[in-house]
């Protein structure tokens, strides 16, 4: 009798929970894991279209379609070798409260940081990003950031939970260095006269070549601890539609990749993917393109930390 405990390698669809088909693992401190994956089912702070807080459950899901290649095209080495990898389940907070969420993801990333773990945060909204990088600075402090987005995310204007105003905040609280950070994809208003952060604009990026932008990335940031952010809109809508603020001509998702994969050597601390909205997705495309460049960023870091 063939029982759930059998796992023939043709079940690739059976009791896929975790990211990659990793195990779930809800006391990630007491695991000998290098990096927790943790998901952040919010969208609160959204200015959008709502539905963020299911990105988490469908990054994982998509990701099903990754887990059975032992060694990822086009890297040559097999991740599970040089990387454990362990995924903690969706942040767990009181339903409604802004404050409560954000308290406990910097409560929760600041363990894992502190404990020597790395982290791949999946979103939920992008609001989300500033509890995790006031965590890592506790760890690494100041550090650059490389921001994927169609939006610069500097809006001194809004609440005080907006996913529009993190990289206001950020650099106010000296959590990162804007005069080496940089952004890429951005096509829509900014103060382009007093902005702090480089701008790869999304026109720009789609005439430079992968190697341009990288190099200009690299001269940037040099070697500080690096948070790497990517929003999914980021992208253009033909290859991510699934997100709350879609925003044509974006980059390709091959490009994205290529920009991702480019970042070997760099001294990556944290890596977060968001604003994957399920519900105005097609056949999982934004989905899947989340989940990929999560797995693109962990090859990254295990190149960087781990010898790979």
């Known amino acids: 009798m063939t029982t759930i405990a059998d796992k023939p390698d043709y079940s ?75 995924d903690a389940g969706d942040l767990v907070y009181t339903c409604g409260d802004s404050a409560d969420f954000t308290q406990r993801v910097e409560e929760f990333a ?3 940081v502190e404990s020597g773990k790395a982290m791949l945060s999946l979103g939920g909204d992008h609001f989300m990003t500033l509890p995790l990088l006031r965590a890592h600075y506790k760890q690494h402090g100041k550090m650059a950031l490389l921001h994927f987005d169609a939006h610069t995310d500097t809006y001194s204007q809004g609440s005080k939970y907006d ?45 430079l070549t992968v190697n341009e932008i990288v190099a200009q ?28 603020t879609p925003v044509c001509g974006g980059l390709t998702s091959d490009k994205a990749m290529k920009i991702i994969r480019g970042l070997r050597g760099m001294n990556i601390v944290g890596m977060d993917v968001v604003e994957v909205t399920p ?28 010898g790979a």
């Open 163 to 207: 996913h529009g105003t993190m990289f206001f905040h950020a650099p106010n609280e000296g959590i990162i260095d804007a005069g080496r950070s940089i952004q890429v994809g951005i096509r829509t208003e900014y103060d382009q006269k007093n902005h702090l952060f480089k701008v790869i604009d999304a026109a720009t990026a789609n005439e």
């Open 217 to 244: 990335i690299k001269e940037r940031v040099g070697d500080m601890p690096l948070y790497v952010t990517f929003d999914i809109d980021c992208l253009d809508p033909a290859y991510a539609p699934g997100t709350g």
């Open 12 to 86: 690739l669809y059976s009791n896929a929970f975790g990211y990659l088909r990793q195990p779930l693992d809800f006391k990630p401190l007491d695991s000998d894991a290098d990096v927790v994956v943790i998901g952040l089912p919010f969208d609160m702070a959204t200015t959008g279209r709502a539905g963020g807080r299911m990105g988490p459950g469908a990054i994982r899901q998509a990701s099903v379609n990754l887990a059975w290649e032992d060694v990822r095209w086009p890297w040559d080495f097999k991740l599970s070798q040089h990387l454990k990898i362990v």
């Open 110 to 112: 600041t363990a894992v």
């Open 279 to 306: 519900a105005y997705d097609s056949a999982e495309i934004t989905a899947l393109a989340g989940a990929t460049l999560g797995l693109e960023m962990l090859h990254v870091w295990a190149c960087a930390h781990k």
